[in-house]
């Protein structure tokens, strides 16, 4: 579980430096208290729906997880199986916006909850992020990012049953601690 937070520390400030001028960084808070931080938070709930719905769709629970906490207060397998996923769709997506202009550091305003994107901003997300998961890429295996992202999903679920029955087949065998 630490692994996690030892990767972000550095991952986070190098991603801040692949930004254009004009783009502050606090480092990663929540409640965004800078424009960066209000798109990650952003794409981040929009690929949790992806995963959420991938996930069920593979007929697994979404409850327990194996990286973050089972706490009862949030979906944990989302979380996990969102980890593969977060870099190559929604912080590539993030820096092709910015540098395509599509977002600019004026399209945020501070709220009392934090930084969040305007109307035009989440306009240009929305759309952005809906044109990208229709993208079929050849990294992608000719897959659009949404299909890429359902069969990762399924890859997981399969061998996680696979495991569990390889378990299962041990343990009816008496060869189970």
């Known amino acids: 579980r630490g692994l996690e937070g030892m990767v972000a520390r550095s991952y986070f400030p190098a991603l801040s430096r692949l930004l ?3 783009w502050e ?3 990663r808070t929540r409640p965004a208290e800078d424009a960066l931080n209000a798109l990650l938070n952003f ?6 729906r992806e995963v959420r719905l991938a996930l ?3 007929g697994l629970s979404v409850q327990i997880g194996f990286l973050h906490e089972n706490n009862g207060r949030m979906d944990s397998l989302v979380y996990d199986a969102m980890e593969p996923f977060r870099p190559t769709v929604i ?3 993030i820096l092709k916006c910015i540098h395509r202009k599509k ?3 004026e399209s945020f305003q501070q709220t009392e ?6 109307r035009s901003a989440r306009d240009a997300w929305i759309y952005a992020f809906e044109e990208e998961m229709g993208q079929v890429r050849q990294e992608y295996g000719g897959k659009t990012t949404r299909e890429w992202i359902r069969a990762g999903v399924q890859e997981m679920a399969n061998i996680l049953r696979r495991k569990s029955d390889a378990l299962l087949e ?7 601690p």
């Open 20 to 22: 254009g001028t004009g």
């Open 25 to 27: 960084w606090h480092g």
């Open 43 to 48: 794409g981040y709930a929009f690929l949790e």
């Open 56 to 58: 069920l769709g593979a």
């Open 91 to 93: 912080d590539r997506l």
């Open 103 to 105: 977002l600019r550091p």
């Open 113 to 118: 909850e934090g930084v969040r994107l305007d």
């Open 170 to 176: 041990t343990e009816m065998e008496g060869d189970f």
